[in-house]
């Protein structure tokens, strides 16, 4: 017998999985799951940094959850594009308009670009972390809780 799977969309958001440790009146806090492709990824430091400790993922409540519920978290795209840009695209942006403008300044395309390009930097990231906190705030970028999987056996 042959079994064929139902295609996802490309434009699906990602679902990702996770234990429910905070429930508050508008939002969750939950302790994502470490997939079986994390072992082999290199970049795995980045979302989980030591080896018993989970980052913490605060979502939308959308319905009833109690502590210790397995729940699906839903990120919607448009965030995730957004928040792309802001951490790649405005750096870049302002590297080139501090090597442009530190080559107009000195009048020296080298030494004068390169300070240039590093203050533009330099002030991108800090434009980044100002953006970052901005948006923290935000709860219509953060992810959702989708359903959930597993409901616990401890009455809240």
Known sequence: MIVIRKQEKVSDPPVERGVVIEVTDETVHIQPHRHGACSSCGTSQICFPQEQEAPIIEANLNGEVNVGD???????????IFAAFIVFGLPVIFIMIG????????????????????????????VVRFINRLVKTKTSLRPSVGRVLETSNADV
């Not at 397995?70 to 995730?80: K, N, S, T, W």
């Not at 080559?103 to 990231?125: H, I, K, Y």
């Open 99 to 126: 090597l442009l403008l530190g080559m107009n300044a000195t009048g020296q395309e080298t030494q004068g670009g390169v300070a240039g390009a590093l203050a533009g930097l330099a002030f991108g990231l800090f």
């Open 70 to 80: 397995i729940v699906e978290l839903i990120h919607p795209e448009a965030p995730r």
